[in-house]
T-cell receptor
């Protein structure tokens, strides 16, 4: 049973470009969470999705950031017009359902904005 | 508000000693707690969890203690090994309006095990 998969593992973008981060949850998991981690800090919740639905996006910046989890395919975190402050590690986690279920994390995508 | 913090940002121990990593949380509505281990360049790895109706849970070489009175969580690692060197995060599961939940992470404690 493969774990949570994320790609790319490393992504370099210039200011103003778009970044697209992908996450495939563990098999049988229908809940996906995205987190951002700055160096030497903990993970900050961004968004929680189920298939075709955004459940909680209270941690998402109001502009330039969007997320989706389509019926088919991976979850996508999209950052438009990236700025240097977007440089961080972005982690995806999945769980089979909510209600006190452990979230299992992927290896992360490290975004560097030049 | 959302606040999960740690008493010690770094901890250095000798191989074979026991390690204790502490965590304070602020929200009494949190009902589930998880400890994660994160090695350099990797994603957080689940270690052990505990529900709010328990005060102690043991795993292999690890024990989590929960004191709801003072909102305190600790992770004990027995016979610490060099492979235990990592950053350890506690996370609290915070119920949200509408029935959803989210994890709130502390800043982390860096554990270094000296051979």
């Amino acid at each position: 049973n493969a774990g949570v998969m994320q790609n790319p593992r490393h992504l370099v973008r210039r200011r103003g470009q778009e970044a697209r981060l992908r996450c495939s949850p563990m098999k049988g998991h229908s809940h996906v969470y995205w987190y951002r981690q700055l160096p030497e800090e903990g993970l900050k919740f961004m968004v929680y999705l189920q298939k075709e639905n955004i459940i909680d996006e209270s941690g998402m910046p109001k502009e330039r950031f969007s997320a989706e989890f389509p019926k088919e395919g991976p979850s996508i975190l999209r950052i438009q017009q990236v700025v240097r402050g977007d440089s961080a590690a972005y982690f995806c986690a999945s769980s089979p359902r909510t209600d006190q279920e452990t979230q299992y994390f992927g290896p992360g995508t490290r975004l560097l904005v030049l | 508000g959302e606040s999960v913090g740690l008493h010690l940002p770094t901890l250095s121990v000798q191989e074979g000693d026991n390690s204790i990593i502490n965590c304070a949380y602020s929200n009494s509505a949190s009902d589930y707690f998880i400890w994660y281990k994160q090695e350099s360049g990797k994603g957080p790895q689940f270690i052990i969890d505990i529900r709010s109706n328990m005060d102690k849970r043991q795993g292999q070489r690890v024990t989590v203690l929960l004191n709801k009175t003072v909102k305190h969580l600790s992770l004990q690692i027995a016979a610490t090994q060099p492979g235990d060197s990592a950053v350890y995060f506690c996370a609290e599961n915070l119920p949200q309006r509408g029935g959803s939940e989210k994890l709130v992470f502390g800043k982390g404690t860096k554990l270094t095990v000296n051979p």
